[in-house]
C-alpha cells in the first residue's frame, strides 16, 4: 500500500503525558459530528494505538513516541467530514509534538488532499538481500530510553527496554549488569524491537535477529549513558566506572 507523509512543524516537544487527554478530544471531535465513537488508548513498548471505535474494522493512530510519528490506519479522507478529521489530527499532531503524520493513499483523492497540505510519497522498503555485516550495525538514542539500531548508517530497529524473566544468551556485559542493579532490581533488561518506520529495508527473521545481535552491548551502553545522564549528580557517579 503507497503511504505518505507530512512533515510538521511541532508546537513543542513530544507531549507523551498528553496522550489521554489527546484520545479523549478526538472523540469528542467526533460526538460533535454526530458520530458516537469510544476511542481507546493501548500502551505498548515505545508506542501506542489510539482506536477509534470498538468493532473490528474501526481506524487506528499508531503513535510512536520513539520517533515522534503518527501513523493514520484504516482511516481515509473521501468526502468532506473525513478530511476535517483529518485536519484535526494534523493539528493535534503538531500540538502533540510530533515530527511527522503518516497516512495510507487508497484513493487519487486522498493523495490530493495530502499533497495539497505539502506530504511527500514515503518509499516503500526492500527485502534485504545481502548478509548483515557487523562493522556496518550502531546504535544511537531516541526519545527518552528509546533507541535506534542503524545499518549501514541508515535507520533499521526500534529498541526498547524491558523487564525479562532472563537473560538472552550469550555474554552479558558489565553495563547490563549495572542497568539490572540501577533499573530492575537484580531482574533482568532486555530490549523489545521493531522495524523502524523509516527503515528502506524489510528484514528476513534471521537477519532481524543478526541485527540484534551484534547491536546488544553497544545498546546497553548507549541505555546505560541514557540513564546516567537523567539521574541527579549525585546518584551517577558510581555507574561510571
Do not use: H
Not at 482511516?75 to 483529518?86: H, M, P, S, W
Not at 530510553?145 to 542503524?150: G, H, I, N, P, Y
Not at 525479562?164 to 532486555?190: F, M, Q, W
Amino acid at each position: 500500500m503507497p503511504w505518505m507523509e507530512l512533515s510538521l512543524n511541532p508546537l513543542g516537544d513530544w507531549d507523551e503525558e498528553g496522550l489521554t487527554d489527546w484520545a479523549e478530544a478526538l472523540g469528542a471531535f467526533l460526538t460533535e459530528r454526530g458520530k458516537e465513537i469510544k476511542t481507546s488508548l493501548q500502551l505498548l513498548p515505545g508506542y501506542q494505538i489510539l482506536r477509534m471505535g470498538e468493532e473490528q474494522s474501526a481506524g487506528e493512530l499508531l503513535i510512536s513516541s520513539s520517533e515522534r510519528l503518527i501513523v493514520m490506519m484504516g482511516l481515509t479522507v473521501k468526502n468532506a467530514g473525513e478530511r476535517e478529521f483529518a485536519e484535526m489530527v494534523t493539528r493535534f499532531a503538531r500540538q502533540m509534538g510530533a515530527m511527522a503524520l503518516r497516512a495510507p493513499i487508497n484513493y487519487v483523492a486522498e493523495k490530493e488532499f495530502w499533497r495539497g497540505l505539502g506530504a511527500q510519497d514515503v518509499l516503500e522498503p526492500s527485502l534485504l538481500r545481502e548478509e548483515i555485516q557487523k562493522d556496518k550495525v550502531g546504535v544511537e538514542p531516541l526519545y527518552k530510553q528509546s533507541l535506534l539500531v542503524t545499518y549501514k548508517d541508515k535507520p533499521a530497529l526500534c529498541l526498547e527496554p524491558i523487564f525479562c524473566t532472563a537473560r538472552p544468551n550469550g555474554p552479558v556485559s558489565l553495563a547490563a549488569r549495572r542497568l539490572e542493579k540501577l533499573l530492575g532490581g537484580g531482574r533482568p533488561i532486555g530490549f523489545a524491537s521493531r522495524v523502524s518506520a523509516y527503515s528502506p529495508w524489510e528484514f528476513e527473521r534471521r537477519k532481524w535477529d543478526d541485527l540484534l545481535a551484534y547491536s546488544r552491548l553497544q545498546a546497553y551502553e548507549v541505555l546505560e549513558q541514557l540513564i546516567i545522564q537523567s539521574l541527579p549528580l549525585e546518584y551517577s557517579t558510581p555507574f561510571n566506572g
